[in-house]
């Protein structure tokens, strides 16, 4: 498809992401909420909804599902009732789904992202509600039964939906990656897609560009890594638009994605949905939003990513790409945050956090809440190179691995034991200077012929030599000065 096509038309994307809570439990049992075990452990008589079971709303779920609502400026109903949503899962033995309908937990707000195109902008939301999930159907290879793992069955999930604002596949994969990033910093959900922890369905539809009258949407279920949205939803595009310079007529129905091929495929025809017949769920009471306990969850929620995105550029005035970073997780910005306030070289802090700190957690495969250095140790080995004891190349090549090894050991101490402090002795450096002048006569008269650059050459064999321990100024004053006795 040439981009000329595309241009012809403009993209509609609202987005439906389901996110799983990381509560201890389920939604309405007490069942263990726990990715990974054995298929049909964590189940009990009401996962299995065994007649005469009774379900009871695991009150967390509400206050995870507030929290989502005040990150995205929501407002929050306060008057809640579930209901069922009547349509057969093959993996849910209630045959129903425990869901919300007309009162759903969060209405409205919004998420903000960044676009090449259309720089800042709101993506509005619908609705936050809260659901259940259900079990998961197993296709084996070369089998021709289906096995079922009912797990799943029963955890708790919220679904951000958004208005159809989205108008590229790159705005689409931004708002999940923002999503993902915020229900991590709150804590509510792990965002681990290839898990299936948050999963993302989208409605796609284009029409021509400068119209205000949206085409047929197509549901694309179930993609699960940020890659697969954006590329999906080209690939969904890129159907659609041929399929209207053919003539033909789009069809409203539900596609599945498959990553290996970069196709899609049909499953159902929107026409074929069943009415979910949605009614109140009458074993479960209304659930009341009082004020007290809204204003608590408020005053329990942490800082965001783009407060402090927006502290870390003004208040210690770094570079976006910088701050970008370390507001990624909540592990990350809070040790950042801890070690400014033992260090007021912030640049250099982020420079450590974004450099070696980083390189140290992918390659264990690691993340912050696992790292084995306190602020208080970074702080130390940034005061070590800020007070010209060590140098940055000695600390981060050496020092900082000597530290990952001996957590509880001072910096200095340990830069004093291996022998890595700066070399200030410059009766020293006058020898090792000397040295080097007398075995490069070609480039000492090179220099005393105007080649002044020349004295980078001698600054790197006398770290060389030193094996980067001298002081930087020492040396090079050092050298100048031997440079002009052997004129």
Same mark, same amino acid.
């Given at each position: 498809m ?21 509560? =201890? ?12 075990? =054995?298929? #049909? ?21 509400m206050?995870?599902?507030?929290k989502?609502g ?6 929050? !109903? ?35 992202i ?5 720089? =800042?902008?709101?993506i ?29 069955? $029963?955890?708790?999930?919220i679904?951000?939906? !958004? ?9 689409a ?6 999503v ?9 959900c792990? $965002?681990?897609?290839? =898990? ?19 085409? #047929?949407?197509v549901?694309?279920?179930?993609m ?33 994605y498959n ?40 005053k ?16 210690? @005035? ?8 370390l ?13 400014? @306030?033992?260090?007021?070289n ?14 140290w ?30 140098? *940055?190349t ?32 410059? $009766? *020293? ?20 012929? $105007? ?8 600054m ?8 980067g ?8 004053? !050092?050298?100048l ?7």
């Amino acid at each position: 498809m040439g981009m000329q096509n595309r241009d012809q038309y403009e993209i509609v994307v609202g987005l439906e992401i389901h996110a799983q809570l990381a509560t =201890e439990s389920k939604i309405y049992a007490a069942d263990a909420n726990l990715y990974g075990n =054995e298929p #049909n452990t964590n189940v009990s008589v009401i996962t299995l909804a065994h007649p005469g079971t009774m379900p009871k709303l695991n009150k967390k779920v509400m206050e995870y599902a507030i929290k989502m609502g005040l990150a995205c400026q929501s407002n929050i !109903t306060r008057l809640n009732i579930f209901c069922r949503k009547n349509y057969f899962y093959p993996d849910s033995p209630k045959g129903f789904q425990l869901t919300q309908d007309k009162t759903p937990i969060c209405v409205g707000g919004k998420i903000d992202i960044n676009t090449p195109t259309r720089g =800042e902008i709101g993506i509005r939301l619908n609705r936050i509600h809260i659901e259940e999930d259900a079990g998961k159907s197993i296709h084996q290879a070369n089998e021709k039964d289906t096995l079922i793992d009912l797990n799943r069955a $029963g955890v708790p999930l919220i679904e951000i939906v !958004t208005e159809p604002d989205i108008r590229s596949s790159e705005e689409a994969a931004a708002v999940v990656t923002e999503v993902r990033k915020i229900v991590r910093f709150l804590g509510i959900c792990d $965002g681990n897609m290839e =898990e299936g922890s948050l999963r993302c369905d989208a409605n796609v539809s284009i029409m021509p560009r400068g119209s205000d009258r949206f085409g #047929n949407k197509v549901e694309l279920k179930n993609m699960n890594s940020i890659r697969n949205v954006k590329n999906a939803i080209d690939h969904e595009v890129d159907r659609q638009i041929q399929l209207v310079e053919s003539g033909e007529k789009i069809i409203s129905e539900t596609r599945t994605y498959n990553p290996n091929t970069g196709e899609s495929q049909g499953m159902r025809t929107k026409e074929e949905l069943n009415d979910y017949r949605y009614f109140p769920e009458p074993d479960l009471s209304p659930v009341e939003v009082k004020e007290e306990w809204l204003e608590q969850i408020r005053k329990d929620m942490p800082v965001l990513p783009a407060e402090l995105k927006v502290k870390y550029m003004e208040e210690y @005035q770094l570079p976006e790409y910088d701050a970008s970073f370390l507001s990624e997780t909540r592990a990350i910005s809070d040790f950042f945050n801890e070690l400014c @306030q033992l260090t007021t070289n912030y640049k250099a802090a982020s420079n450590w956090m974004m450099g070696p700190v980083k390189s140290w957690l992918n390659e264990q495969g690691a993340d912050m809440a696992t790292f084995p250095l306190t602020a208080t140790r970074m702080a130390e080995l940034i005061s070590l190179i800020n007070d010209g004891k060590v140098n *940055f190349t000695i600390a981060s090549q050496q020092l900082f691995k000597a530290m990952i090894a001996e957590p509880e050991t001072s910096a200095e101490k340990l830069a004093k034991k291996l022998k890595l402090t700066v070399q200030k002795d410059s $009766g *020293f450096l006058e020898e090792v200077v000397d040295e080097i002048l007398k075995s490069n006569p070609d480039k000492v008269k090179a220099y005393h012929n $105007g080649k002044k650059n020349l004295i980078g050459m001698f600054m790197g064999e006398l770290m060389k030599e030193t094996k980067g321990k001298a002081d930087p100024k020492t040396a090079k004053e !050092t050298i100048l000065k031997k440079l002009e006795q052997h004129k």
